[in-house]
């Protein structure tokens, strides 16, 4: 299909990257439409009961979201910092789960990083406006909805000096870290913990580089290439 297409619209340069490096595609024929985003923060918030201050993860937990390295990391920030809990906001089945909780366990963190399961657009919304900051360190994405959801909200966030992340944070917008090393994770999230200052410029960043990514903003790029076709 790729190969047949006159035209493919990558929703980031690593997206890109990888279909040329991937399936032998010409670089000529595909343009980077970056996605837009929900802007999840407009919907009410909905109080959800977790202990403030805390640190957001939002997605998946699957090997590619990093939720381990996430959780090593929180575990050595909490040795400075044990006031904070981590709030882990995704479907946590399947053995990657399960091993992610078992850790937990091991580490008898299990009252620091909580599980909240099933919530509403409400009580996500909640969670992001409350949040230290959105902890998203993947180690493959092809855009990364949460960073941008995240920055709308003017939530700090930590993400990927790698793949589609890193294009998202650029500019000074989101502090980003090698996802490999927990111990960065845990620098990144003392970081934030540690200076109000710092929060409240990475809020500001933030949210003047999700105004980029509107569905407003990114729109005419999908229009330019269907009118080309």
Not at 3 to 9: C, K, L, V
Not at 37 to 63: D, I
Not at 129 to 151: I, R, T
């Amino acid at each position: 299909s790729l190969r047949r297409a006159d035209a493919i619209i990558a929703m980031s340069e690593a997206t890109k990257r990888d279909i040329v490096n991937f399936f032998n595609v010409e670089e000529e024929k595909i343009t980077v439409g970056y996605w837009g985003f929900k802007p999840v923060c407009s919907v009410p918030a909905e109080p959800v009961a977790v202990q403030k201050p805390f640190f957001l993860f939002v997605g998946v937990v699957k090997e590619r979201k990093n939720v381990l390295n996430i959780v090593k990391g929180f575990c050595e920030f909490t040795k400075k910092y044990p006031e904070h809990t981590l709030v882990i906001a995704g479907n946590a089945r399947g053995a990657y789960g399960d091993g992610v909780r078992a850790y937990i366990t091991k580490e008898k963190m299990g009252d620091r990083i909580l599980f909240p399961g099933y919530l509403t657009e409400g009580q996500i919304s909640y969670l992001y406006q409350n949040a230290q900051a959105l902890v998203f360190p993947g180690l493959v994405e092809g855009f990364g909805f949460p960073v941008m959801e995240a920055m709308d909200c003017g939530t700090p966030v930590i993400t990927s000096n790698i793949s589609s992340l890193a294009e998202l944070g650029a500019g000074g917008s989101a502090i980003l870290v090698d996802p490999y090393d927990p111990s960065e994770i845990a620098r990144a999230m003392g970081e934030i913990a540690g200076s109000e200052e710092r929060r409240r410029e990475l809020a500001e960043a933030g949210k003047k580089r999700s105004i980029l990514f509107s569905w407003e903003n990114r729109i005419g790029t999908f229009l330019d290439v269907i009118a080309k076709g």
